[in-house]
């Protein structure tokens, strides 16, 4: 057994089963060893970004880790911008990575690059394996970090000659790593906090807006009178009917602190305290108002679900019903030109049941949250980290995690499309049931409004780097480019019909709506 | 005038006057001091390896360095591919890299990432401004490191703060940095072994395959007796009628010893000792014959020329005519099926005077190289880093660069253009005179052979991760969708009547060749 062998049956042996690849030479024994071993799920992206992407949507969906399989160097480059997405979004990843071999790497070859130093970078565990006997352990450790309770980015750096020698050995699997225990101090504290009848918000994140913890924050709410709110960036929300209908803080920071200033106190359930995106001159980092006070019940590392079913006891909480009556009646699809308010619409009157939306809609998606929750319960998944380009990567791996047995709809941007509009190529290639909504303004409508706020209007050589109409992106030929059956929409009324179309079949769709 | 402003003002001063662009919210600022001070190109780029390849592409032709403009961590992240090959390329770059303002960076909003750590593994010039006073005196210095007589990837991160505050002051031009003088103990040795009678081989690379020092070889070759070849990546030749006609090392080891092996001496012009791309099991690193002395008459950061010019006095070589008959005639176009052979005589038929060749054809490719020394004199430029991915950029890059006046042609592959198609969109946008063949096998066919090196024929799961037929990539839609004019062609003679086609006509063009 070589290495990689050893690599491959220990993975499988961890319950890692599912390998999103993009090969180089380095790995081809890793590849020759996949072929021997059965049992690996092997997924092909066009680009290192679209393959760790799809390891982050499968695992916000699975809540378990897959595999990637990427190239040195440069390679592993290509996939950090959606790695720093899935290390916001808290999802556990194995990255195996293929270097040169220990005895070549002097040499200096062309593609030698500091691998170590890039994945340092992104990765919350890293090894570079050092023997081939030692490769089989040191995965099983990358599969335990991965698989934390709060889930990592682990890195799996192996020279290729480890790969091809003989002497490889199975790892055996590692203990489960559980969260730091919930302090009763803060349970405590914040019990008290509650009771004080001040004005509480209650802000939850990460696993806090999953449905188990969502019920049990409706319950402190309605049994203290505190508000809730998710904080601006989830990874993944449940929601839809039966869900609590969450509201977000707002991305902006004037809106944000005019949302968070009637609250006296601020409880940070796996939330961090409100930040805004970025700097702006003359404007404050934190999005809170002088005075407010900020407690911790739990941390982003701890569990979330504990911690309100701690407080939940603390409290005596009774059970309470969910808001049913707000969200009892689908609305009707939205009518004539596209708006967020419309589509909105439109989503709610349409969707399937337990769909899955991943979306990266940016500026125009912004309104289609709240008249989204009168949709048939489903999961949405939100860029996490704001390096733009994860969308139709989380999508497509979201689909795969759920065996194709549900629909994914992905609500996109145009000018964050381009940056892994690859995907659509494993969508098709899969025959996923991924419904793509592709908003195209033609422009960065983002960094429009970013100039703005900088205080001024664009002129013609920033609107030569913020302005994509010259050539307009046709959207429908580069889906029908990649094997993806496309339209274009240009009423909502159209766009209600492709996707009544693409939910009644198999397979991907890219429905381009002109905004 | 503030940090921003003073960045422009200094880049003009020192000379750079291009920026390739794909900015964030952090750059803004930049963005904005682009608005108001006249003078600076700006080019888009949908990605940044778009935008990184652009500036290597035009550093190879315009012999200095342009600016990019790339946000913050994963921004930058997404550009590394690209300048991983510039830094091999030995092209100039400085890039502008906004992040975090100073004060925001200890809150660590979504998009906050190790920028630094990242610009490391490229980067032979980094620095991060710490005042806005200082961010003039910063570019300057950036742009010195970047302009050295060999390129250096400079990169200079810019906190927002720093951009949009008072007190910005021009950076003065520093001079130019010199390469270290040739030895003059090394140009002795070296003229004493090609005295000696003895097999010997004068293997060039960089600045040694460029015209002027080609001629100077060629000299010394004539004089001696001694042999000339390139090494097998360069990142720019000078070929076609009039240029010597160098071949290169081969790829591959067991090849490359072979062709080395009758040569008692190598003397290595700014080259590196040949060494394979990768291991591979039993086979050595290093691609020379045991017993093989290698001589150094320069490094690769000294100047070639020099070293030549040197090497030509010590012996006193007469001035030699190139060997014109040998490519007097040019050919036929090829005629049938698609073969490289065929595909490189159609090349050398119909290539207009003063083209370039972006050369990322790889597998097909390998054999375009002799034939092609046939046609009218033009620059080659190849993937020099082994990072896929930058033909295009490149070509886009060194259309820029010469103002639209010549014609370049990127011989693409398909599986390697799918990293970074978004150039032809930038194409499109310049109404660049780009004609790209993209030569379309519809697998990772150079992997299919590194597979067959690890000793066996590809199984299913391997060629479900080396296969690209399912779905087919239709480049024609993928060209159409990014606003380039394009057609399929199956047939040498169709291939011909496009070239002809693109060649007459201003603005890009894509002939998608099914080989």
Redesign the interface.
Known sequence: MNGAESLVRTLLGCSVDTCF?N????E??F??A???ITG?R?V?G??E?VVTGMADGYYRIARKPAST?LHC???F??G??NL??AR?ARSGIVNIVGD??T??RP?????T??TE??A???SHWLRTSSDAAEVGRDAAAAVQAARAAVGQIATLILP??LS?SAGGRIGEPLPDLRAPAVDPHAVHNVARVLRSGADVLLLLADQAVLAPSQRLAWRIAQATGASLLASN?NAHMARGRGRVPLERVPYDTAQAIDALRRYKHIVLVNA??P?????Y?GKP??QIAPGTQIHVLSRPDQDAQDALHALVDELNAPHAGLPEARVAVRPQPGEGEPTPEGLARTLAALMPDDAIVSNESLTFGRALHGPTHAAPAHDWLNL????I?DGLPVATGAALASQGQRRVISLQAD?SA??SL?AL?TQ??EQLPCTTILLNNRKYN??IG??R??G?T?????M???D?S?????????A????VEAARATSLEACADLMRQSFAQGGPFLIELVI
């Open positions: 690849a090969p180089g030479t380095s081809m024994h590849v020759g996949l072929d021997r690996m092997c092909l066009l680009h970004n399989l160097g440069p390679g480059a290509n950090i911008a720093h997405n916001r040169q071999a005895y070549h040499f200096d070859a062309p593609l690059a500091d130093g890039l340092r970078t992104v290729a000659d091809w960036t961090a305290t930040v805004g995106f970025f700097a001159p980092s934190l996490a980290g704001g390096a380009g000018g381009m940056y690859q190529w098709a290639r983002i960094l970013e100039y706020n900088v001024a664009p002129g013609q050589t920033a030569s780097m913020l994509l010259n050539p307009g992106l046709d959207w429908v030929k580069l029908n480019g990649l094997g």
